[in-house]
């Protein structure tokens, strides 16, 4: 068995608990998204609480797609917590080019050093510095264009980057890997990028290797999406689909199924 499909194997038994700021679009995709995968999501944003539960939960994730000045606070408060606990955290820095605010706020996180940052092309370059402004939350960029700017960012935190696109690009700033597994329909399915964050602070949850959980989290994600894709008929099916095959997927077909190519 793989070191992939053993991690599979390994959240599940383990069911880490994870604690998402996320945005309101997302919160029940990801829920139903991570139940299906075998972890145990928990939707806690308040600031009352925030760093409190980060230091009790297995791992984090903050998405900044809809942000208030009550929401940046116990964000910035749980990633604190989170990165003084030693706790692994995700952060998405979602349309960080639109605005100002949104900008500051990511950077404000960034400096807390996450596991992982997750992003779509666009996103990551903005978030480098390279580029100052970006158009909402689509990719304008391909994957090809970011990878300077994931080196960037993953030297400046000694973290994880992950560049999701149609193949996704993973570096910890030495080691780098190519993921291409996925779907066309995947981006037509509100909340499927958000949800990912989930999958992936799952699986940094019981590993020891953040760059070998990241990679495994989006080949297990992007296969889930090619079994889900053989049945649907669009968008509808396909998010009903994707859900039976993310709770249905074994250690073995992660095995014989996972397009990871290493550089």
């Known amino acids: 068995m793989s070191d992939h499909a053993g991690r599979l194997d390994a959240m599940r038994i383990a069911a880490p608990l994870v604690q998402n700021i996320t ?17 145990s999501p928990a939707m806690v944003h308040a600031r009352e609480e925030v760093a409190e539960f980060a230091t009790i939960a297995s791992a984090l994730t ?4 809809t942000l208030t000045p009550a929401w940046v606070d116990g964000m910035v408060e749980a990633a604190k917590a989170a990165s003084e606990a030693g706790t692994p955290w995700v952060l998405d820095p979602v349309a960080v080019g639109a605005t100002s605010y949104r900008y500051k706020t990511a950077q404000r996180l960034l400096a807390f050093n996450p596991t992982v940052t997750r992003g779509n092309a666009s996103e990551i370059i903005v978030l480098s510095g390279a580029a100052k402004t970006g158009k909402g939350v689509g990719a304008t960029d391909d994957v090809d264009r970011a990878l300077l700017a ?12 992950a560049v999701t696109g149609a193949e996704d690009f993973v570096t910890d ?31 940094l949850a019981t590993g020891d290797d953040a760059f070998e959980a990241t990679i495994t989290a989006l080949a297990y994600y992007g296969l889930a999406g090619e079994q889900a894709g053989e049945t649907a008929q669009g968008p509808g099916s396909f998010a009903v689909a994707f859900l039976d095959a993310l709770a249905g997927m074994d250690a073995d077909r992660l095995q014989a199924g996972a397009k990871i190519r290493r550089v």
């Open 23 to 39: 945005n309101y679009v997302a919160m029940n995709v990801m829920a139903n998204v991570m139940l299906a995968a075998g972890a």
């Open 62 to 65: 903050i998405n900044i797609g």
């Open 150 to 161: 994931a080196r960037s960012i993953a030297q400046r935190t000694g973290g994880i980057v």
């Open 173 to 203: 700033g030495t080691r780098e890997a190519w993921v291409a597994n996925g779907h066309p329909i995947m981006p037509a399915v509100t909340a499927l990028g958000c949800a990912l964050n989930g999958i992936v602070a799952a699986f």
